[in-house]
């Protein structure tokens, strides 16, 4: 768990020439994909990174989530349509469009034709190389993660898998998605937007799912159904968002003193705090809190 999320900020701040990383025991290879959305521009980003340990080498395919000044991947998020597959169910329309979703017939052929002038969309693309990577090691699974936009390419990507009834990737996912074995968690901190919408009302047509982590600004973490204040919209928390918007501000320029040199924050981030106060919960989606909450959190180590 702990490496997916450090995953996700690898992809959130790695550029093109990033080659290699370190984390603890952990060495880290990564590839970059660069591939399509269903207009042909590439806008969709991912790595998969490569865990070697002694007993089991794990790919971890990582999603990256929308960039600031991206107007395209926003104009997808905020694509909030339904779009119905047969077998699959209704899901977010943006979301099936950024991993790749036909244009032509708008659905998801399981073979598609392919030149060399020109990339294979997202699914197909990671699909493919996927399979050549495990291919070389019999005994390599692999395990999906990702952060805002990125979180929800990570659910639909073997939920595609399965469409395609893909039996080898499938197998190879760590937890098994065929026999229904895998675990999904939704990491939720503290009063973060992002999670909480679109609202997840009575009415509404979207739901949120999957076991919650939920941390709050302390990095204290506990299992829960919900996250607190689940639809963010709520004038009986907009007292306690701005308190807390304040101490996280405070937290910015204290963290280094109690935990070293490595959780000094710069005057961006704490510009982004500043922000907070005015609009509680926006600066909680950077992925700076989410990395924290992996290293010093307190919930990790009782997952099963």
């Not at 020109?118 to 493919?128: N, Q, S, V």
Request: glycine share 8%; hydrophobic share 35%.
């Amino acid at each position: 768990m702990k490496l997916c999320t450090v995953s996700i900020y690898f992809s959130s701040n790695a550029d093109n020439g990033y080659e290699y990383g370190y984390l603890d025991s952990h060495s880290l290879h990564a590839s970059h994909v660069d591939s399509l959305d269903y207009q042909g521009k590439a806008t969709t980003e991912a790595f998969i990174l490569l865990d070697k340990s002694d007993n089991q080498d794990t790919y971890i395919l990582t999603f990256r989530g929308t960039e600031l000044f991206d107007g395209e991947q926003w104009a997808g998020d905020f694509d909030i349509s339904w779009l119905e597959l047969p077998g699959l169910g209704k899901t977010h329309a943006g979301f099936m469009e950024a991993l790749g979703l036909q244009r032509s017939n708008m659905g998801w052929p399981k073979q598609i034709e392919t030149n060399h002038s020109h990339t294979l969309e997202a699914y197909y693309f990671i699909r493919d190389l996927l399979k050549t990577h495990l291919k070389r090691n019999d005994k390599a699974k692999f395990l999906l993660t990702g952060h805002s936009l990125g979180g929800a390419l990570a659910i639909l990507f073997p939920a595609i898998l399965m469409l395609h009834e893909e039996s080898f990737l499938l197998e190879r996912l760590q937890g098994n998605l065929k026999d229904n074995g895998i675990k999904f968690y939704r990491i939720v901190y503290s009063y973060d937007i992002i999670p909480r919408f679109p609202p997840d009302l009575k009415d509404t047509v979207f739901k949120h799912f999957g076991t919650c982590l939920y941390f709050d600004r302390n990095y204290n973490g506990k299992k829960v159904q919900e996250e607190p204040n689940k639809n963010y919209f709520s004038l009986s928390t907009i007292i306690p968002m701005s308190v807390n918007a304040f101490w996280e501000l405070i937290r910015s320029f204290t963290m280094v003193y109690r935990y070293g040199s490595e959780y000094q924050e710069g005057w961006v981030l704490r510009a982004f705090r500043l922000v907070g106060l005015i609009f509680p919960g926006v600066p909680n989606h950077l992925p700076q809190d989410y990395v924290n909450l992996t290293r010093l959190g307190s919930v990790f180590s009782k997952i099963d």
